[in-house]
């Protein structure tokens, strides 16, 4: 079966051309349009159908304004959803790049320095084992040095004076020798002379 419409047109006295305002009426909904501005006066005028049989032309008015913002508001807000979905995606995509070559760059760097560090500590260890061998040799040499004292000669000052001492004691005992030569060549010289 065929859907059945009705036509009312209005025509306004200069243009019986075209009709300035229209009513069709088909299926289950009644539309009237019109090819310039529409206009309803009255001292009041009501919306059939209305849960608030009270509303009249200022609050459709109102309704018509506040639907065209809503729609736009809602048109809006789902263009700046999808433009924030979009600009997150892209900065969490940035953020993976940027940590990723961020982490590798950190590996490597970490990598770099554990192997100075290692590189470091095999020197420090083979420099130290140096000098132990040099200071076993130089302590070896210093016993031997003092090997038979029997003064505790473990300051400069005390080998100083030990030897101050020594020599001391040695240019004693040299004089004492000198006097006794002296006294044995005298003693020779008169035994010569008498003879």
């Known amino acids: 079966m065929s859907s ?9 006295a200069s243009n019986q051309t075209n009709p300035t305002a229209q009513f069709v009426s ?3 909904k009644s539309s009237l349009s019109s090819s310039s501005a ?16 009270t509303k009249n032309v200022t609050d ?7 639907l065209g913002t809503s729609s736009a508001l809602a048109s809006e807000s789902s263009a700046r959803q999808s433009a924030i979905a979009s600009e997150s ?12 070559t961020q982490d590798q760059a950190r590996i ?18 083979s420099e130290v084992n140096g000098l132990s061998t ?10 031997t040095l003092l090997q038979g004292s029997t003064v505790d000669l473990d300051q400069l000052a005390e080998i100083v004076a030990s030897y101050s001492q020594a020599d001391t004691t040695l240019l004693n005992t040299i004089n004492a020798l000198q006097a006794q030569v002296t006294s044995l ?4 010289d008169t035994l010569t002379a008498s003879n």
């Open 38 to 53: 529409l206009e309803l006066k009255g001292a009041t005028i009501n919306l059939v159908n209305s849960s608030d049989s």
């Open 89 to 100: 995606a892209a900065r969490a995509a940035a953020v993976a790049s940027c940590n990723s």
């Open 60 to 66: 459709l008015a109102q309704f018509l304004s506040t």
């Open 185 to 188: 060549q005298q003693t020779i």
């Open 134 to 143: 040099e200071i076993a040799t130089e302590r070896g040499r210093i016993d």
């Open 26 to 28: 088909e299926a289950s």
């Open 108 to 125: 490597q760097a970490v990598t770099s320095i554990n192997a100075s560090i290692a590189s470091e500590a095999n020197t420090r260890s």
């Open 4 to 12: 059945k419409s009705s036509h009312i047109n209005l025509y306004s």
